[in-house]
């Protein structure tokens, strides 16, 4: 039996993050993947490098991969350095995979990366969110709730 799966992530140093995607997005479900990354990639993520802002997944031949997350050329890499902008396979269980592909399928839903990371064990992981597109009339009612959020939390602090 697999051992149960935590309900946070095991986050010790976030690399990248999305953070436009929780405005854009709302997210369904969250899912931990590894990435498959050459030598300089992991080098150029150590030092705080890489952006998935405009990055999404997809699947291909049963397979996931990370399309259009920005990982720059690793300083000291010679001839051995790596594309930026090149496809990186996402692992993970052929279950999940299936999982992802029929929501995606079935409900319109999208792959969108939230952040890029290093685990305790030191492994590059991305999570991965299930999510479906917010309309504009939900963007502005998102903003119109961080605000009253905001001035309720000035509210508090003023009266003690």
């Known amino acids: 039996m697999a051992r149960p799966k935590p309900s946070t992530f095991d986050k010790v140093k976030t690399v990248a ?9 709302f997210i369904e479900d969250k899912f931990e993947a590894g990435i498959a990354l050459s030598g300089t990639e992991v080098k150029s993520l150590r030092f705080g490098e890489g952006s998935i802002a405009e990055s999404y997944a997809e699947v291909r031949g049963g397979e996931a991969f990370l399309v259009n997350a920005n990982i720059p050329e690793f300083s000291h890499g010679n001839r051995y350095n790596h594309e930026p902008k090149r496809p990186r ?5 052929q279950r999940e995979i299936e999982k992802l592909v029929g929501a ?9 990366p939230l952040s890029i ?3 305790s064990r030191g492994r590059a992981k991305v ?22 959020q905001r ?8 009266r003690g």
């Open 151 to 158: 001035d309720k939390a000035r509210l508090m602090r003023e």
């Open 89 to 93: 396979k996402l692992l993970l269980h």
């Open 104 to 112: 995606v399928e079935r409900k319109g839903m999208t792959m969108v």
């Open 117 to 119: 990371y290093f685990n």
């Open 17 to 25: 993050e999305n953070r436009r995607a929780r405005f854009d997005y």
């Open 127 to 148: 999570e991965l969110a299930l999510a479906k597109g917010k309309q504009n009339h939900d963007k502005r009612a998102t903003i119109k709730d961080r605000d009253w």
